[in-house]
């Protein structure tokens, strides 16, 4: 009796996942959805739908931060759509620096390619983890959570990251604060800084009030 039973539910298994599909190139011609963009027609597929060459080119450093991340999500490569991955590339020039932020969709594994970064997050409860890595080191980044990334060495420095989203999402915490129209009271209010300095940092990333 238990062979039968056992067989009925291994065929059951197979049949609900027959119908699974292998994957669901991003279709970027219609909306995003929660669930991702919807599938682009299969007849239409190449090998070009799952290969991706923009991570080959260096970012262009010369902006504020002296650093540049250069994405391989769902907009830039629409292969990784619904399959819970993607990758960016990370060029820091010397003295660069990736400020404080979060990624609300994804989890975060960086591994250095080239120079010294210090790198580090901090936890819900406030402790801080942070460590200087070298070529061939990998250090992870817990999904949500505030972290840096930090050239401590003196020539350039290369890293590749990986998420576990297609579209990760990236809040960063000074732009968050200063570069919009919050009215310089109110961020005053919330987190305890002299007012010219708010307007200070106002100034510097282009926000206003």
Known sequence: MAIPILLMFSLLFVASTASVQDFCVADLSQS????GFPCKDVKKLSVADFVYSGLGVAGNTTNLIKAAVTPAFTAQ???VNGLGISMAR?????GGVIPMHT??????VLVVIQGTICAGFISSANSVYFKTLYKGDIMVFPQGLLHFQINSGKGPALAFVSFSSPVPGLQITDFALFANDL??????????????VVKKLKGVL????
Not at 32 to 35: E, G, I, K, L
Not at 183 to 196: G, M, Q, R, S
Not at 206 to 209: E, F, K, L, S, Y
């Open 32 to 35: 995003d959805t929660p669930s």
């Open 103 to 108: 990624h609300p969709g994804g989890s975060e």
């Open 206 to 209: 282009g926000g206003t009030n």
């Open 90 to 94: 990370l060029d820091l020039a010397t």
């Open 183 to 196: 009215p310089t009271e109110l961020v005053v209010a919330t987190t305890f800084l002299d007012a010219a």
């Open 77 to 79: 490569f629409p292969g």
